[in-house]
């Protein structure tokens, strides 16, 4: 991924996080499935948290690591290499034990000559050890009047940490005026011990399963952290289930919500949505400077060179609109558009609006009717000049497009003395497919080549099955850093995306081969129900398209064959 154009580039996402640990305390429910322990926060004036269902946990101690000699089950080292951490790992470990007892009543801890936290639940000696911490220690404790490490040694106790696993890692949202980085941990409840509130962090406890714990009738303030905590233990049978697939974790990546604005205001995005890398490559400080929605007719600067506004033409084959892109050169100040969208006048009006120099040519990646239309008018409003390819055939196309200059792929156009935009010949969408690679960015406007979050439709006899799976693996020898689709936010990590792209086509092509196998001669509206059984009915006219595609490209290699409408393996 390439540096962020935004001043905040070198932002360090950590400087600003407090050091914090959590732990998820499970237990086991009869008709099966878990209970979490839940804690209602304390009602605070400009506290994010304040009133939210959490977990257990908080901010570490520098005394925590006083405690190392007394942990059972874990060692810094060990702790450290799980967290990827180069020392002080066990920190957390301790913090996440010592809030627990403070703020929820439980002692993970042993006697140092007991078997386990389990085992020693049962002995009489251990019980009063237990009130004695609760009596002469918490307090103190809670108070930071004391260390965990001096509850250990004045009551001969280990902390006993063979049951917990490293289950998450989460990083408050860049932005926020209180940031935490929290290491998550997971374990069962200690057997005989009740939970008991502080009534000072934590002024309500919950057993909850967890998916009571998301329902909204119960009305809990859930940070978006804990909702998808919520959501990940609710796919564990047993307490032990959760410990072994944290356990099982080859690495624990680190989540990071961003936030961003929309037009009801401002919420948090998390790594999963659409808008998630754009908004780091914008605003990776947080300053309000990144939108997690698209509106037509917003102006969004994604780097000095390029900005997008969007069409107002949102739809099930355009998703929120049809993007229309600005590229420029600081220094000269002139600009190209790519992609002028459909003949609107509202959306020619936004463009010639955002334009911050002059208009001097129109680039069209394809002639569909949602992206080039708008090329004729507005080559009249600038005296810009067009330029594009004519497609093969005509059906569906764009009848007015009439470029003033063909574009066949490699030339290079110069936007200045530090811009230039490569064009590549992309087939299979369409006959005429163009992408612009921006070379100083390694930005890649992609049209309808890749799109953001779904796959295109290859429609016969203009689309090309085999040519487009040919376009999409000559992206590889390419540096490209981002995609700027034709629908949708930036994309990152663009060959990854490919990889998946070509995987999936392949998979669906499997997908006919079987079913050309099983069905025999059929028809295209018998076999599109079985290769697109995992596809809602209603989008079937459109898979149909595609289908089309795979089957003449199977026949092109000698795979397939039609004879009188029907389809079958050659």
Same mark, same amino acid.
């Given at each position: 991924?390439?540096?962020?154009?935004?001043?905040?580039?070198?932002?360090?996402?950590?400087?600003?996080?407090?050091?914090?640990?959590?732990?998820?305390?499970?237990?086991?429910?009869?008709?099966?499935?878990?209970?979490?322990?839940?804690?209602?926060?304390?009602?605070?004036?400009?506290?994010?948290?304040?009133?939210?269902?959490?977990?257990?946990?908080?901010?570490?101690?520098?005394?925590?690591?006083?405690?190392?000699?007394?942990?059972?089950?874990?060692?810094?080292?060990?702790?450290?290499?799980?967290?990827?951490?180069?020392?002080?790992?066990?920190?957390?470990?301790?913090?996440?034990?010592?809030?627990?007892?403070?703020?929820?009543?439980?002692?993970?801890?042993?006697?140092?000559?007991?078997?386990?936290?389990?085992?020693?639940?049962?002995?009489?000696?251990?019980?009063?050890?237990?009130?004695?911490?609760?009596?002469?220690?918490?307090?103190?404790?809670?108070?930071?009047?004391?260390?965990?490490?001096?509850?250990?040694?004045?009551?001969?106790?280990?902390?006993?940490?063979?049951?917990?696993?490293?289950?998450?890692?989460?990083?408050?949202?860049?932005?926020?005026?209180?940031?935490?980085?929290?290491?998550?941990?997971?374990?069962?409840?200690?057997?005989?011990?009740?939970?008991?509130?502080?009534?000072?962090?934590?002024?309500?406890?919950?057993?909850?399963?967890?998916?009571?714990?998301?329902?909204?009738?119960?009305?809990?303030?859930?940070?978006?952290?804990?909702?998808?905590?919520?959501?990940?233990?609710?796919?564990?049978?047993?307490?032990?289930?959760?410990?072994?697939?944290?356990?099982?974790?080859?690495?624990?990546?680190?989540?990071?919500?961003?936030?961003?604005?929309?037009?009801?205001?401002?919420?948090?995005?998390?790594?999963?949505?659409?808008?998630?890398?754009?908004?780091?490559?914008?605003?990776?400080?947080?300053?309000?400077?990144?939108?997690?929605?698209?509106?037509?007719?917003?102006?969004?600067?994604?780097?000095?060179?390029?900005?997008?506004?969007?069409?107002?033409?949102?739809?099930?084959?355009?998703?929120?609109?049809?993007?229309?892109?600005?590229?420029?050169?600081?220094?000269?100040?002139?600009?190209?558009?790519?992609?002028?969208?459909? *003949?609107?006048?509202?959306?020619?009006?936004?463009? #010639?609006? /955002?334009? &911050?120099?002059? !208009?001097? @040519?129109? %680039? $069209?990646? +394809?002639?569909?009717?949602?992206?080039?239309?708008?090329?004729?008018?507005?080559?009249?409003?600038?005296?810009?000049?067009?330029?594009?390819?004519?497609?093969?055939?005509?059906?569906?196309?764009?009848?007015?497009?009439?470029?003033?200059?063909?574009?066949?792929?490699?030339?290079?156009?110069?936007?200045?003395?530090?811009?230039?935009?490569?064009?590549?010949?992309?087939?299979?969408?369409?006959?005429?497919?163009?992408?612009?690679?921006?070379?100083?960015?390694?930005?890649?406007?992609?049209?309808?080549?890749?799109?953001?979050?779904?796959?295109?439709?290859?429609?016969?006899?203009?689309?090309?099955?085999?040519?487009?799976?040919?376009?999409?693996?000559?992206?590889?020898?390419?540096?490209? *850093?981002?995609?700027?689709?034709?629908?949708?936010? #930036?994309? /990152?990590? &663009?060959?990854? !995306?490919? @990889?998946? %792209? $070509?995987? +999936?086509?392949?998979?669906?092509?499997?997908?006919?081969?079987?079913?050309?196998?099983?069905?025999?001669?059929?028809?295209?509206?018998?076999?599109?129900?079985?290769?697109?059984?995992?596809?809602?009915?209603?989008?079937?006219?459109?898979?149909?398209?595609?289908?089309?595609?795979?089957?003449?490209?199977?026949?092109?290699?000698?795979?397939?064959?039609?004879?009188?409408?029907?389809?079958?393996?050659?």
């Amino acid at each position: 991924m390439s540096p962020s154009h935004s001043p905040d580039a070198a932002y360090d996402i950590y400087a600003d996080a407090r050091k914090a640990a959590t732990v998820i305390v499970l237990r086991d429910r009869p008709e099966g499935g878990v209970e979490v322990l839940m804690m209602r926060r304390a009602e605070r004036d400009g506290d994010m948290r304040s009133g939210a269902a959490v977990f257990p946990g908080g901010v570490l101690d520098a005394r925590d690591r006083d405690a190392h000699v007394h942990v059972r089950g874990w060692d810094d080292a060990q702790a450290s290499a799980r967290m990827a951490l180069p020392a002080g790992g066990l920190d957390y470990l301790v913090a996440a034990v010592r809030e627990c007892f403070e703020e929820v009543g439980l002692l993970f801890a042993s006697p140092v000559d007991a078997a386990g936290v389990d085992a020693a639940a049962h002995e009489p000696a251990f019980a009063q050890v237990l009130a004695q911490a609760h009596a002469q220690w918490r307090g103190p404790m809670q108070r930071g009047e004391q260390p965990v490490a001096a509850l250990c040694e004045a009551l001969g106790l280990h902390l006993d940490l063979r049951e917990w696993a490293y289950f998450s890692h989460w990083l408050t949202p860049p932005g926020q005026p209180r940031r935490f980085d929290t290491r998550f941990f997971v374990t069962r409840a200690p057997v005989r011990q009740q939970a008991e509130a502080d009534y000072g962090e934590a002024v309500e406890l919950m057993w909850l399963t967890p998916q009571a714990a998301l329902d909204p009738a119960r009305g809990l303030k859930l940070l978006p952290v804990t909702r998808e905590t919520l959501k990940r233990l609710d796919t564990f049978a047993s307490a032990q289930a959760a410990i072994d697939h944290a356990r099982a974790q080859r690495e624990v990546t680190l989540t990071m919500p961003r936030r961003a604005e929309t037009a009801k205001g401002q919420r948090v995005v998390l790594p999963h949505e659409m808008a998630y890398a754009e908004i780091g490559r914008i605003d990776p400080a947080g300053r309000g400077l990144a939108f997690a929605d698209i509106v037509p007719g917003r102006v969004v600067r994604l780097s000095p060179r390029v900005l997008r506004i969007t069409a107002p033409n949102a739809g099930m084959m355009t998703g929120p609109g049809t993007n229309s892109y600005l590229v420029g050169d600081p220094a000269t100040n002139r600009w190209t558009v790519i992609d002028p969208g459909p *003949d609107d006048a509202s959306h020619r009006q936004a463009l #010639l609006e /955002a334009a &911050p120099g002059p !208009v001097e @040519r129109i %680039l $069209v990646t +394809h002639t569909h009717v949602d992206h080039s239309p708008g090329a004729a008018p507005l080559s009249r409003a600038t005296g810009a000049p067009v330029l594009g390819r004519r497609p093969l055939h005509a059906a569906g196309q764009d009848a007015t497009f009439a470029p003033d200059e063909e574009l066949f792929g490699g030339e290079l156009l110069a936007l200045g003395p530090d811009t230039t935009l490569r064009v590549l010949h992309t087939p299979g969408h369409a006959s005429n497919h163009l992408c612009y690679l921006l070379e100083q960015e390694h930005t890649l406007f992609t049209g309808d080549h890749v799109m953001q979050g779904s796959t295109v439709v290859i429609n016969p006899p203009d689309g090309d099955m085999a040519a487009y799976l040919r376009a999409l693996e000559a992206l590889h020898a390419i540096r490209i *850093d981002w995609f700027a689709p034709g629908h949708g936010f #930036l994309v /990152a990590q &663009p060959h990854e !995306v490919v @990889r998946a %792209l $070509v995987r +999936h086509r392949l998979g669906r092509e499997a997908k006919v081969v079987s079913a050309l196998a099983a069905a025999g001669p059929a028809p295209i509206e018998v076999l599109v129900e079985r290769v697109y059984e995992d596809v809602p009915a209603s989008l079937h006219p459109v898979a149909r398209r595609s289908l089309l595609a795979h089957l003449l490209k199977l026949e092109s290699e000698g795979r397939a064959r039609c004879v009188t409408g029907e389809w079958s393996a050659a």
